[in-house]
């Protein structure tokens, strides 16, 4: 089984600041099947990123992602206030698909 | 507009079977796998199981904390997909999501909650 480790496990940042979040991987994941999503208070989890760098469909274009092998990283360019919230990566490369234990984003 | 539903939560005892269901509208249903996610209060994203499409041959994979008690089945004809719970464990405790899946999961349903208790 594959763990992810997020770092770090909440990260003070004001609006307008940049935001870094990585995810760790235990082992390679396979065709860098690494997605990220967000969860906001309440609401169900929202795919972001795919394929490690690939934004989703209707994603804004400051959220960027990167990396490969075992190091990836969700990168926010100009922190947003919506944009706090708890991030999760997952790779999906290989069973049992798993998750990271998150990143929580808040305002400083 | 790719809509997803859960259904089927509730309370129920330890040792307990529940069913829960996902109906799926707005795509062709038959065509995408389906993830089950839970998230017990407070805590992170767990991921339960997927059943794959037809097209992969149908074929269904589990998390080792679930395999033998939780199984995942579709029947496309109706656009809807189960989770069958069984032998439940006061553990088993969250919400449980449903998932599109094509390899990433694109889209979830809001939920239902599972609570295991006497």
């Known amino acids: 089984e594959i763990v992810l480790t997020q770092s770090p496990g909440t990260l003070s940042l004001s609006p307008g600041e940049r935001a870094t979040l990585s995810c760790r991987a235990s082992q390679s994941v396979s065709s860098n099947y690494l997605a990220w999503y967000q969860q906001k208070p309440g609401q169900a989890p929202r795919l972001l990123i795919y394929g490690a760098s690939s934004r989703a469909t209707g994603i804004p274009d400051r959220f960027s992602g990167s990396g490969s092998g075992t190091d990836f990283t969700l990168t926010i360019s100009r922190l947003e206030p919506e944009d706090f919230a708890v991030y999760y990566c997952q790779q999906y490369g290989s069973s049992p698909r798993t998750f990271g234990q998150g990143t929580n984003l808040e305002i400083k | 507009e790719v809509q997803l539903v859960e259904s089927g939560g509730g309370l129920v005892q330890p040792g307990r079977s529940l069913r829960l269901s996902c109906t799926a509208s707005g795509f062709t249903f038959g065509d995408y796998s389906v993830t089950w996610v839970r998230q017990a209060p407070g805590k992170g994203l767990e991921w339960v199981g997927f059943?794959?499409?037809?097209?992969?041959?149908?074929?269904?994979e589990y998390a080792a904390s679930v395999k033998g008690r939780f199984t995942i089945s579709r029947d496309d004809s109706k656009s809807i997909a189960y989770l069958q719970l069984n032998s439940l464990r006061t553990e088993d405790t969250a919400v449980y999501y449903c998932?599109?899946?094509?390899?990433?999961?694109?889209?979830w349903g809001q939920g239902t909650l599972v609570t295991v208790s006497s």
């Open positions: 059943i794959r499409s037809k097209t992969y041959g149908g074929t269904a």
């Open positions: 998932t599109r899946t094509r390899l990433q999961l694109d889209y």
